[in-house]
């Protein structure tokens, strides 16, 4: 019989038939490939997580040392004794870059809301002490110029601003030093406090001291009086010849009335300069017993006036400290005539002011200090050479010129001119 060529297998049938002779692989090779994919997956998975935990942790590490060295510089640069709050600069910087991008972005509402809450973390750091290196300052006033730069035709946006850079004054002021040397009768820590908290500030010892009535006679702290001094107009001879006796080491007695007479007068002259002499030197004793009275300070409890053309100096004023803490917070120490222009010729020079409120506008001001003062500026003519400003406060105006003193102020700079 005749085999016919579509009865014969295809390649295909051919190939399964030979693959079903041979033999075939044992039964625990398929589960076994499946174990070491699972191992592999778990290896990998391992070595991943591995890989991102080694990689937080160095970045963690890093920060670390980045916030060791910022700390330890910002201590060194400013009060070793204390420490600082973690972030709060940072915080700071964070938000003024968020204002500046709002201000590329044409946003003034979120730009000044952002502003503002840098602002007020400098409050809350001024409140609480904190140090600040001075490269702080100079970051925060060079992100508000480019928040200006970047939005510079809003008004609105200027007041904020300037609000901050003032602020930032006030910071810059309460880190600022004492003096050393300054009278401990000043109550330096609650005009400070008192200062911070924007509350009246307690008159110093000294001069609740010299506002007191005193209670004891004129004649307290004189001497008693000699047996000289007080004997009877009957006995005035002898007592003129004791007196004399006494003043010359030998005795003598008197040749004529006119001499007794002369002999009393010399007497009741002697006794006189003796007494006054006593009287000085017990009060001068007492003045220098005083506690906590420096002699060249000077307390004053109502407004100075200074004339056109007056220099107020140590030697006008009879002492280089004025202290003015026994004046309420918001009273003017010193008053120029009331154009408070620099024609006026008014010169402030060489001496530390305490206390109170002082308007800066049309004097000449030179070496001053002033500590725990109001200081206002009101946005006319300013001449400040050498002047330093210790925990004090200020009232300016939230303008160009306002923020140009509060710049100055908060870089620290003692010499600023404004016409």
């Known amino acids: 019989m005749s085999q016919r060529f579509s009865d014969s297998p295809s390649g295909r049938v051919r190939n399964w038939e030979r693959r079903r002779g041979r033999p075939s692989a044992p039964w625990f090779v398929r589960p076994l490939i499946i174990l070491l994919a699972f191992a592999l997956i778990v290896v990998l998975t391992f070595r991943g997580v591995q890989f991102a935990l080694r990689t937080r942790h160095g970045n963690l590490r890093a920060n670390v040392v980045v916030y060791e060295d910022f700390t330890s510089a910002s201590r060194s640069a ?3 004794a204390t420490g600082i709050i973690p972030g709060w600069q940072r915080d700071v910087i964070v938000a003024l870059d968020e204002a500046q991008r709002h201000a590329s972005e044409g946003d003034a509402t979120e730009t000044n809301v952002a502003v503002d809450r840098a602002a007020s973390l400098v409050i809350v750091a001024r409140l609480r002490s904190q140090p600040t290196p001075p490269d702080f300052f100079d970051d925060a006033l060079a992100k508000l110029d480019q928040i200006l730069a970047a939005y510079h035709t809003n008004s609105r946006l200027t007041e904020h601003v300037t609000d901050a850079r003032i602020e930032l004054a006030e910071l810059r002021s309460s880190i600022e030093p004492v003096p050393p ?17 924007g509350a009246t500030a307690p008159p110093s010892n000294a001069a609740a001291r010299s506002s007191a009535p005193s209670s004891a006679p004129s004649g307290a702290n004189q001497p008693p009086a000699t047996s000289s001094n007080s004997a009877p107009a009957g006995n005035s001879e002898s007592a003129n010849n004791s007196s004399s006796a006494t003043s010359s080491g030998s005795a003598s007695s008197p040749s004529s009335p006119g001499n007794s007479k002369a002999a009393a007068n010399s007497s009741s002259a002697s006794a006189a300069s003796n007494s006054k002499s006593a009287s000085n030197a017990s009060s001068a004793g007492n003045s220098k017993s005083a506690p906590n009275v420096a002699a060249s ?16 100096n140590p030697a006008s004023l009879g002492g280089n400290l004025l202290d003015a803490t026994s004046m309420p917070s918001s009273a003017e120490i010193l008053e120029p005539p009331p154009s408070r222009i620099f024609a006026d010729n008014v010169h402030v020079e060489n001496l530390t002011i305490v206390g109170a409120a002082q308007t800066l506008d049309g004097i000449h001001w030179k070496n001053v200090t002033f500590i725990g003062t109001h200081l206002r500026y009101e946005g006319g ?15 300016f105006p939230s303008d160009d010129r306002g923020g140009r003193l509060a710049t100055a102020i908060a870089r620290g700079q003692t010499t600023v001119v404004i016409e």
């Open 78 to 80: 400013t009060n070793p």
């Open 181 to 197: 040397g300054t009278p401990q009768s000043l109550n330096i820590d609650e005009l400070l406090v008192a200062t911070a908290t």
């Open 297 to 312: 300070q000077v307390f004053v409890g109502a407004p100075r006036i200074l004339a056109i053309g007056a220099v107020l």
């Open 381 to 395: 003519e300013v001449d400040l050479h050498d002047v330093r400003f210790i925990h004090c406060m200020f009232g």
